[in-house]
């Protein structure tokens, strides 16, 4: 959906939803439609704010979320960080660092894109929840 070289509109990333949802339906592949929706989302750019996601994808995050798109856009963004070795002493600092950046993002967004903010505060919490988990593994 999303490239390096392409910024896509408002009308044009609404009516592919839209498009997609209802082919999907047709094949009663809603929930498979929404999941790849989710996942295509995920590869927004930031925003001219330098806030993630551009302000296009908060747009139809706002006007389209529901629990597959939030689930698969989560996922994708976590999967974004790819392969993570850890240091078995280091304990959770860098995840710490990443749900640190996604509540700035939800800071930043909740008032004017609070659906958007939410869905950031809950990678927020999955990247906090990571790093409690390293911390105690790493005092084994």
């Known amino acids: ?16 939803i839209i498009t997609a949802r209802e082919e999907f339906s047709k094949v009663d592949s809603i929930s498979m439609g929404d999941d790849q929706i989710g996942n295509q989302l995920a590869k927004s750019p930031v925003g001219e704010d330098g806030i993630l996601p551009n302000e296009v994808t908060r747009e139809v995050l706002e006007e389209f979320i529901n629990d597959e798109i939030e689930v698969a856009f989560c996922v994708a963004i976590q999967n974004q960080r790819g392969v993570v070795w850890k240091d078995t002493e280091g304990g959770g600092v860098a995840e710490y660092a990443l749900s640190d950046k996604y ?8 008032f004017r894109y609070p659906k958007t ?23 084994l």
């Open 103 to 110: 509540n700035v993002y939800a800071d930043a967004l909740k």
């Open 1 to 16: 959906m999303y490239s390096a070289t392409e910024e896509l509109s408002l009308e044009t990333l609404r009516n592919w």
């Open 117 to 139: 903010a939410k869905v950031m505060k809950r990678i927020a919490d999955s990247y906090l929840y990571q790093a409690k988990r390293e911390d105690l593994e790493s005092e």
